[in-house]
């Protein structure tokens, strides 16, 4: 098992690496840093040179590189462009921890994305906790009553949910619960932002502001997944131990409870291990539409901005987790199904 | 009914059957009518007992009349600040701001769209430019897809390793970010294209290449494991004492055996591809006007989510239907192209 990890983990090294060079070298075709910082950008050429400088800009491509991944305290960089290096270098590198600083407020990336963290996580957890609990329910109903009207129509519904475009999802909610029953005099749900800042920043608030973020980011996965609940829960029920287990008189829900229901989830772990990062990408989109601020919508402001060192902070902790996730997703499995081993 | 169901048991992806030992099966069971029933005949036939892809291939051709030739009818008019009486496409980027943000009216049954634009035209020639995406995206990923699906599972040994490696960097990376750094990097880049009278943003052929770029992975992979399995059969091993180039071995006898996954990951490859052109166009990354995409006009419709509803809503449902339609297609494919998968529907 410790060596499965080792092996894993050492895989994973060389990939985020070209990953990260990649990335990295797309991210030199994106325009000026200095020219989008709007009424900040300097006038004058000489102190953009300047600035240029600070921010380790005026370096070829490799240099930047490896600068962002090993730092440079330990050489001296040239400051006032006379061509001598004096002053010493204070960047640790990402290797270190240290993701750099940001080019347009200065801040550490660090402390830029663990500030907007919480508020993705809030809604991812929230999000994947719905659609287990949603996926799981409507998936195992309609196994068990296959072919009903209900069945059915989750069936038609599933394939519409599928298809439908995050935003169009969340325009929709969007325009029916707040805008329409505003209109009708019902209670509506805000569409925009956290909190009400005339209430404050209460539980009670942000649960309400979360409702149709939530709702837009689970509809699509919850669409498939209660797809592949339903076809797993199939699978499983027309077993023989199954059919064993009916014949020994044991109640129908404890045959699909403790005998089907357990089996059938055991794939499931895996899609739902895999899927936890991909949410963050998910969250790319619902939150730029409501306003949430949350790493998502930082990256797509970054992106409008050209400040890489955010964007490649954002990228390369989504990938890290993505790898970490996969692993344990793994392990978990390898728990879960005796009949699995990892060697 | 029931011999070609019989046959179509044994027409199994695992199993290289090519139409001439698929014919010989058919005649063993000895009807003369069965015979003559190429896998494609077998697949139609599967393919029509799936009622939901019927209704969606009927519903695809809908769309497609109406982008078209949709333009014919609906895409004329005069435009008020050139005062000039145009048609086509000049109609759907000619803005009259006097008339901006209208409500569906008989004039503009859609509405107008901020710069007072008649959003059915646009959604006509926008319709082409998103369908025109996915099927070109779609190539682009069964290409590359297919090429290093292909090459790694036959070469095997370091070449499998590297190419996989980089499959897997590669989804390491939640695709729409990859989506929206390289259209940031590439955006702007190409220029105006003139291509039979229209001319169109660079921005298409770029979104056409990042989208392809970003989305061949799991094929790669699908295409891989079924070289792997088939490259140990004896035909191969036979081609392989012949003399018979790696070339040819490849695409002669091994692909046309892994058809079904690619035609499969092909159809649903156009919907994926309309989608993520929507997303990044939906944030400003993709298609650029005047260019109209269902992508685009979405782009800043959040504003007029309450003044001016048109803006999204037929755009949006026009995305819904085309995608919802090429699924079930490519569900129903995949039911017909392998009859082992029992997939209940």
Redesign the interface.
């Known amino acids: 098992m410790v060596n499965y990890i080792i092996r894993r983990l050492a ?2 090294i ?3 690496l ?2 990260s060079i990649i ?1 990295f070298m ?5 325009g000026d840093p200095i020219a989008s910082l709007g009424v900040r950008t300097p006038p004058r050429s000489a102190d953009r040179e300047r600035l240029r400088r600070q921010l380790g800009l005026d370096q070829p491509v490799y240099v930047q590189y490896f600068v962002w991944l090993v730092g440079n305290d330990w050489m001296k960089i040239d400051m006032d462009g006379d061509g001598v290096a004096e002053t010493p270098g204070k960047r640790l590198g990402v290797l270190r921890g240290d993701f750099g600083n940001s080019l347009i407020s200065k801040r550490p990336v660090l402390e830029l994305i663990t500030e907007r963290l919480p508020n993705t996580l809030l809604l991812m957890v929230t999000a994947e906790l719905v659609i287990i609990i949603f996926s799981l329910t409507i998936g195992v109903y309609s196994a068990v009553k ?1 072919y009903s009207f209900f069945d059915n129509l989750v ?1 038609g519904l599933s ?2 949910g ?7 999802i969340a ?2 909610s ?2 029916l619960f707040s ?1 329409n029953f505003k209109e009708w005099g019902l209670p509506y749900l805000p ?1 925009v932002g956290m909190f009400d800042p005339e209430v404050g920043r209460t539980p009670g608030q942000i649960a309400l502001h979360m409702i149709l973020p939530v709702l837009s980011l689970s509809v699509i996965s919850v669409a498939g997944y209660s797809r592949y609940v ?2 797993s829960m ?1 699978e499983i029920l027309g077993l023989d131990f199954i059919r064993t287990a009916r014949a020994k008189g044991l109640r129908e829900t404890l045959v699909v409870r403790r005998h089907a229901l357990r089996n059938a989830t055991l794939p499931f772990v895996t899609l739902i291990g895999l899927d936890i ?2 949410l ?3 969250a ?2 619902t939150e ?2 409501f306003a949430w601020p949350g790493t998502g919508r930082l ?2 402001e970054r ?1 409008a901005q050209s400040d890489f060192p955010v ?1 490649m902070g ?2 390369m902790m ?2 890290i987790a ?2 970490i996730f996969q692993l344990l997703t793994d392990i978990a499995y390898s728990y879960l199904d005796p009949r699995i081993r990892i060697e | 009914m029931k011999i070609v169901k019989k046959s179509s048991i044994r027409l199994n992806i695992e199993h290289p059957v090519t139409t001439t030992t698929l014919s010989q099966l058919a005649s063993r069971e000895g009807d003369a009518e069965t015979v003559t029933l190429g896998p494609w005949k077998l697949t139609w036939r599967r393919f029509r007992k799936h009622k ?1 892809a019927l209704v969606a291939l009927g519903g695809m051709i809908v769309i497609f009349v109406y982008i078209f030739l949709g333009g014919l009818v609906f895409a004329r008019g005069v435009c008020t600040p050139t005062g000039q009486y145009v048609t086509a496409e000049a109609y759907a980027n000619c803005n009259d701001t006097s008339i901006k943000l209208q409500p569906p009216s008989s004039e503009h049954p859609f509405g107008t769209d901020t710069i007072g634009r008649d959003i059915l035209a646009r959604t006509i020639y926008g319709g082409q430019i998103s369908l025109s995406i996915g099927v070109f995206a779609a190539i682009v990923e069964v290409v590359v897809g297919v090429l290093v699906g292909s090459i790694a599972g036959y070469f095997g040994r370091w070449l499998d390793d590297l190419l996989m ?2 499959t ?10 990859l989506l ?3 259209a ?3 955006g702007g ?1 190409v220029p105006e294209i003139h291509l039979l009278g229209r001319s169109l943003s660079g921005s298409v052929v770029v979104i056409i290449l990042v989208i392809g770029f970003t989305s061949w992975m799991y094929l790669a992979r699908i295409v891989r494991a079924n070289v792997l399995s088939l490259k140990e059969l004896d035909f191969i091993s036979a081609s392989r004492a012949l003399g018979v180039s790696d070339t040819r071995i490849i695409f002669k006898h091994l692909l046309p055996n892994t058809i079904a996954p690619i035609i499969v990951s092909a159809t649903l490859g156009v ?1 994926g591809s309309i ?1 993520s052109e ?2 990044v166009s ?2 400003g ?1 993709g298609v650029q006007t005047p260019t109209a995409s269902w992508g685009n006009m ?1 782009d800043s ?2 504003k007029y ?2 003044s001016a ?1 048109w803006l ?1 809503f037929f755009p ?1 449902l026009l ?2 239907l085309t ?2 339609c090429i ?2 297609i490519g569900d129903g494919l995949r039911d017909a192209l392998d009859p082992r998968s029992t ?3």
């Not at chain 2, 897997?168 to 970010?177: D, G, K, V, Y």
Request: charged share 5%; no cysteine; aromatic share 12%.
């Open positions: 895989q994973a060389p990939q985020l070209l990953i990335l797309l991210m030199q075709a994106f296959q069936t394939f519409v599928y298809s439908m475009p995050i935003f169009l325009l929709l969007m325009y805008i569409t339903r076809s199939l990062p991909f963050l990408a998910g790319v989109v730029s539409i990256f797509i992106t964007l954002i990228l989504t990938a993505v790898v | 939901m490696r980089i897997e960097a590669m989804l390491i990376i939640p695709s729409l970010f929206i750094v390289l940031k990097a590439l880049k919907s989608l929507a997303y939906f944030l990354l979405l419709s959040v989510i309450q509803p999204w949006g995305i819904l995608v919802l699924n079930f997939r209940h529907i």
